[in-house]
């Protein structure tokens, strides 16, 4: 069974501050910032953060800890960790980058406001509470090539899931060709955030498979420029443009469009989500 650590968002801004704990669609416990820091004592950790290219001190709290303090054995079979935030955003984080490298519940700035300016955005000024995810990037140095990815903020919950039981509609048939498995994977990391397929996916941006898929609308070199360099196209698009960091980033776009053309064959009409 393929296990899947999700982030989800609350209505109510006044319980905001509060992460709730689920799996497997049953309540577990919701903690307060103190609860959390008494599960795993917070730290400040100093990162370099690639929204405002520059380095930033955060105070936060380790993540692995809080999810084997709140998971206990469950958190050992997670395959993948999915985010939901505020704003529907909802990247996906496969679990075995956190048993590899350290990551960062961040709750504040120190002596400062816990927003920031994200450059790769129009500068658009972002709150970033309740927590942002930060990954410590200056002791391991390969995570600076990733980029702002994997770096949700505004996170406000985390749920055990099965990935395939909860996004079926995104999930393309099993007899994939290679180039398809890579599309979706790399969909998953950088445009399920976003976007949904079917229905699946974060609320933030455009379906792209129903009732008609993306690449029945568009030219592939439209398609690629759009997602290689979206400012070149629309000049205030809030869309990032796809990790320029990555040394295979045109092969990488190249699989995502493969999985979106496949996913075309594929359509379901989007459930409504509870």
């Not at 006044?14 to 903690?31: G, M, N, P, V, Y």
């Not at 379906?207 to 690629?224: A, C, D, G, H």
């Amino acid at each position: 069974m393929r296990i899947v650590l999700v982030l989800f968002s609350f209505v109510s801004v006044a319980t905001a501050q509060e992460l709730s704990f689920r799996a497997h669609d049953k309540e577990i416990q919701s903690f307060s910032l103190e609860a959390l820091k008494k599960l795993a004592p917070a730290k400040d950790i100093t990162v370099y953060e690639p929204h405002e290219k520059a380095k930033v001190t955060y105070s936060a709290i380790p993540a692995r800890a809080v999810f084997e303090a709140v998971f206990k054995e469950d958190w050992k079979e997670a395959d993948e960790i999915l985010f939901t935030c505020e704003d529907g955003y909802q990247p996906s984080v496969p679990a075995a980058k956190f048993k590899k490298y350290a990551a960062y519940l961040s709750f504040a700035k120190p002596g400062k406001p816990f927003t920031m300016v994200n450059k790769l955005q129009n500068n658009e000024k972002i709150e970033l509470g309740p927590y942002y995810l930060v990954w410590d990037n200056e002791t391991f140095p390969a995570l600076k090539a990733e980029g702002a990815s994997d770096s949700p903020y505004q996170v406000v919950a985390i749920e055990l899931v099965d990935f395939e039981k909860r996004f079926p509609g995104m999930t393309p048939p099993k007899k994939r060709s290679p180039q398809v498995e890579r599309g979706f994977l790399a969909f998953r990391k950088n445009c399920m955030a976003c976007h949904t397929i079917n229905g699946d996916g974060g609320g933030k941006a455009v379906e792209l498979n129903y009732p008609v898929n993306i690449t029945e609308m568009l030219k592939t070199s439209w398609l690629r420029k759009w997602i290689l360099d979206p400012t070149s196209i629309r000049f205030n698009t809030t869309m990032p443009a796809y990790n320029p960091a990555d040394p295979k980033r045109e092969e990488t776009v190249k699989d995502i469009l493969a999985y979106l053309r496949e996913m075309r064959r594929h359509k379901r009409k989007p459930v409504p989500k509870d």
